[in-house]
Nanobody, 115 residues
């Protein structure tokens, strides 16, 4: 089993920045890719960004150039640096980890972009 704990969400004005963190614990040796997803009210959960154990990244078109995912394997932590935030980025952001045979999710952290 893998446990994921997110932090770093909050309220930010349009154009602002936030950095989300996700710490993994438990059977971390089984984790390959990690990522961030988000779910806005009334919408389906969508992929934001993923990163492989080796550091290969993938981004949703809507966040390319604004969000950066990174991973510190020594700290078992994945980060999501977000800049130039806009109201459409408002959502609950979930950390995700892919294990050998399971997919794990954190509890989510709220990001609200509003003036």
């Amino acid at each position: 089993q893998v446990q994921l704990v997110e932090s770093g969400g909050g309220l930010v004005q349009p154009g602002g920045s936030l950095r989300l963190s996700c710490v993994a614990s438990g059977s971390i040796f089984s984790i390959s890719a990690m990522g961030w997803y988000r779910q806005a009210p009334g919408k389906q959960r969508e992929l934001v960004a993923t990163i492989s154990r080796g550091g290969s990244t993938n981004y949703a078109d809507s966040v390319k150039g604004r969000f950066t995912i990174s991973r510190d394997n020594t700290l078992n932590t994945v980060y999501l640096q977000m800049i130039s935030l806009n109201p459409e980025d408002t959502a609950v952001y979930y950390c995700n980890a892919v294990g050998w045979s399971d997919v794990y999710w954190g509890q989510g952290t709220q990001v609200t972009v509003s003036s």
